[in-house]
């Protein structure tokens, strides 16, 4: 049975596929009218649609489970996944209240833990006499070691959205990921970020299913700015999805400023007059502008002017962001394909990508 052919009915969702919905998704994205997103009647209008559409794969997926057509019921979990998260990253405070989503997420990750094949695996280490626990989701059970991916977001960034929007766009592509809740980590905050992320690394690279040559690390938030601590201090990270030191050049400089009331014309660890970390990344990196990274475009196009410069791989990526009046929309779904894109380019044999992007 096709998964192009899940419904002979008039559900909007089940029928179309996690790739079909995923491009509708990104297509509704681009298409949105930023006067009618700063109207409250339209964008109310666009969450309760895309959670009936969200409800409507949930729904779909529970029958199937039910009546042991767990590809398809895996299919359709994904499927509302990526409903729910358009949905949320539509809302606004109270849009979605008496709606439990942190529930259907939590209650999908367990369905995949339990009845999909191993396709998502709850880890527990011990990282500096504490414990600190993870999902790994696994590119396949049956092949050689696939890359793998550590995900790393923060305090600001939800472990639910991050693991909703990322395992649906990881499907079907020959890498595994490690989903680590920062936010809730108990190795205490004494501990430098990178010191918990070599641990995690150090599990990785002893799992026989992994490419130890090919693990690379993406950080949302403050994540991006760890990742790129990682990435510059420890060489087994292939790739990186990171900040490139940028926010850490940017909080020093301005702590300067406020500490002295003049500009620092030099320090170590920063280029004079320049943001520039003077410690450059060895491995392939990526910034994504935006709220990704807290990177300002005009500064990511500095790093990789000096990144270039040097003859190093640096590539940024510049996500379409609709700004209306309380804050701004994301295509998200476009950015994720881009980042596992580049990903996959670095890591595998995919294509080349344009070292600037605009989304």
């Not at 280490?125 to 600190?132: A, E, K, M, P, S």
């Not at 950080?219 to 420890?234: F, K, Q």
């Not at 450059?280 to 990274?293: A, D, E, Q, T, Y």
Request: net charge neutral; hydrophobic share 40%.
């Amino acid at each position: 049975m096709e998964v192009e052919h899940w419904s002979r009915g008039s559900c909007d969702g089940a029928g179309r596929g996690l790739a079909r919905l995923r491009d509708r998704a990104s297509d509704f994205f681009e298409s949105m009218s930023v006067a009618e997103l700063a109207r409250d009647v339209h964008r109310h209008l666009w969450v309760s649609d895309w959670l009936r559409i969200a409800n409507e794969y949930w729904t779909f997926a529970e029958t199937a489970r039910a009546d042991g057509l767990l590809e398809i019921a895996r299919e359709a979990y994904l499927c509302s996944l990526t409903a729910f998260e358009v949905s949320r990253s539509l809302a606004c405070r109270g849009d979605l209240a008496g709606i439990d989503l942190g529930r259907k997420i939590d209650s999908i990750t367990s369905r995949f833990e339990r009845e999909f094949g191993g396709a998502i695996e709850r880890v527990k280490i011990d990282c500096h006499d504490q414990g600190t626990a993870g999902f790994f989701l696994a590119a396949s059970r049956h092949a050689p070691p696939a890359p793998a991916i550590i995900c790393i977001g923060d305090e600001e960034i939800s472990f639910r959205s991050m693991l909703s929007r990322l395992l649906p766009a990881s499907l079907r592509r020959n890498v595994s990921l490690l989903l680590i809740d920062a936010s809730n980590s108990r190795v205490p905050r004494t501990s430098k970020p990178e010191h918990l992320l070599q641990c995690w690394l150090d599990y990785l690279e002893a799992r026989p299913d992994v490419d130890p040559r090919r693990i690379a690390i993406y950080g949302e938030g403050v994540g991006a700015s760890h990742a790129s601590r990682l990435a510059r201090s420890d060489r087994r990270i292939a790739a990186a999805v990171c900040d490139g030191g940028l926010l850490t050049s940017v909080m020093r400089r301005a702590s300067v400023r406020w500490m002295t009331g003049f500009a620092e014309a030099s320090h170590e660890g920063t280029a004079t007059n320049s943001l520039l970390p003077s410690r450059r990344i060895p491995c392939p990196l990526l910034v994504v502008v935006g709220s990704r990274s807290m990177v300002r475009e005009q500064d990511a196009l500095e790093l990789q002017a000096g990144y270039r410069q040097a003859g190093a791989d640096c590539s940024i990526v510049v996500p379409n962001r609709i700004p209306y009046p309380l804050g701004e929309v994301e295509n998200f779904v476009a950015v994720d394909d881009f980042i596992f894109e580049w990903f996959d380019s670095k890591l595998g044999t995919a294509r080349r990508l344009d070292p600037v992007v605009y989304l």
